[in-house]
C-alpha cells in the first residue's frame, strides 16, 4: 500500500487500536493476539493501529514490538491496512519505524518522542528522519510532549512525501483550525483523544471526520453503530449512546490515571475476549469498578 493509499483509506471509516494480549504473567500472547483480530476485522474498522497507546507500545520490548506487528500483519493481510506505533528518542523511533516495515506493516503511527519538551526544529528534524527512514506512510500524533505547530506541519508535509496524517490528543481548537487551514487535503486527519466519540461531532465540524475508537476492542456493533449515525448525521442516535454509556463509563475511567488503557482491557474481558492485564506502570481497574461497567455494557446488550 502507498502512502496516499493509506491516506484515501484513513480519511473515511472507523479506526480502532486493538489492545495488545498479555500472559497472566505478563508475557506477549501472540495467539490471543491474532483471536482478537480476526474477531474486530468483520465489524469493519478501515484501518487497525498495532502497538498502539491502547495497545500499550509504552510498555513492549524491541523483540516484543516485532512480534506484535509481525502478527497483526500477517493476520490482517489482503484485509484491513496495519499501521505500527512508533516512538521514543529520534534513533529509537526510526528503528521502530524500520522494523514495523520489515514486518508488514503499511504505515506508522508517530507516538510522543519522550519526557522532556522540544523546540519546533527539534519536532522537525525528529519526524523528518523517521519519514526519510522508510518508504511506507507516516502519521504524527500530536500529544503531550509532541505539539507540532501548523508551520512545522507545513514543512514536514513539503520535505517528507510519505508523511500523510494528523492525529490530534490535545484538544486544542485553536490549533487544530490552524492545522487544518495550513495543510488542508495534503494529510488525514484523524481525532485521537481519549474516548473519541464524545468529541468526534465537534471534531467533524472542524474538518476532522475521522476518529480511532478504543471502545471498539469490547463493544465493536455499538461503535460502529455510533459512527455510522454521526456520520449519517443521526444525533438522536449519537446522543442516546452519548447519554447511556459514554458519559457513565467516562465516569468510571476518570477515576485513575492510566484507565484509559485499563479500562478498555477491563471491557474485553466482561465481553468474554480478554487480553490480560495491563503491564506496570498502568493498574487495572478495582473490583467495584470491574462490576460498574459490567453493569453499563450490559445496557447494551450483544455485541
Not at 25 to 38: I, W
Amino acid at each position: 500500500m502507498s502512502p496516499q493509499e493509506l491516506k484515501q483509506a484513513m480519511s473515511s471509516g472507523l479506526l480502532s487500536f486493538p489492545l495488545t494480549d498479555f500472559t497472566a504473567d505478563l508475557k506477549f500472547d501472540p495467539r490471543g493476539y491474532a483471536q482478537r483480530l480476526e474477531w474486530l476485522m468483520p465489524y469493519g474498522a478501515t484501518v487497525l493501529f498495532a502497538a498502539g497507546g491502547t495497545g500499550e507500545f509504552f510498555s513492549l520490548e524491541p523483540v516484543e514490538f516485532s512480534q506484535v506487528i509481525k502478527v497483526a500483519s500477517e493476520t490482517c493481510r489482503g484485509q484491513v491496512p496495519i499501521v505500527a506505533g512508533a516512538g521514543g528518542g529520534t534513533t529509537l523511533a526510526v528503528r521502530y519505524a524500520q522494523e514495523a516495515e520489515r514486518a508488514g506493516a503499511q504505515g506508522i503511527l508517530l507516538l510522543p518522542h519522550y519526557l522532556t519538551e522540544a523546540t519546533q526544529e527539534g519536532l522537525f528534524q525528529h519526524a523528518k528522519a523517521v519519514c526519510d527512514s522508510v518508504k511506507i506512510g507516516v502519521i504524527v500524533y500530536n500529544r503531550g510532549a509532541s505539539r507540532y505547530a501548523p508551520e512545522t506541519l507545513q514543512r514536514l508535509v513539503d520535505a517528507c512525501p510519505n508523511m500523510i496524517g494528523y492525529k490530534d490528543g490535545v484538544g486544542d481548537i485553536e490549533k487544530m483550525v490552524g492545522v487544518r487551514r495550513a495543510l488542508g487535503d495534503r494529510v488525514a486527519y484523524l481525532g485521537g483523544l481519549p474516548t473519541a466519540e464524545v468529541y468526534a461531532a465537534a471534531y467533524a465540524a472542524l474538518g476532522v471526520p475521522v476518529y480511532s475508537s478504543a471502545v471498539f476492542n469490547f463493544i465493536p456493533r455499538t461503535a460502529m453503530d455510533f459512527y455510522n449515525a454521526l456520520a449519517a448525521g443521526d444525533t438522536a442516535t449519537t446522543d442516546r449512546l452519548i447519554d447511556q454509556f459514554f458519559l457513565p463509563y467516562l465516569a468510571i475511567r476518570n477515576r485513575g490515571e492510566g484507565y484509559a488503557v485499563s479500562i478498555v482491557k477491563a471491557g474485553a474481558t466482561i465481553v468474554g475476549h480478554g487480553a490480560g492485564p495491563v503491564r506496570p506502570p498502568l493498574s487495572d481497574l478495582k473490583a467495584a469498578e470491574f462490576e460498574e461497567l459490567k453493569a453499563l455494557i450490559a445496557t447494551l446488550g450483544p455485541q
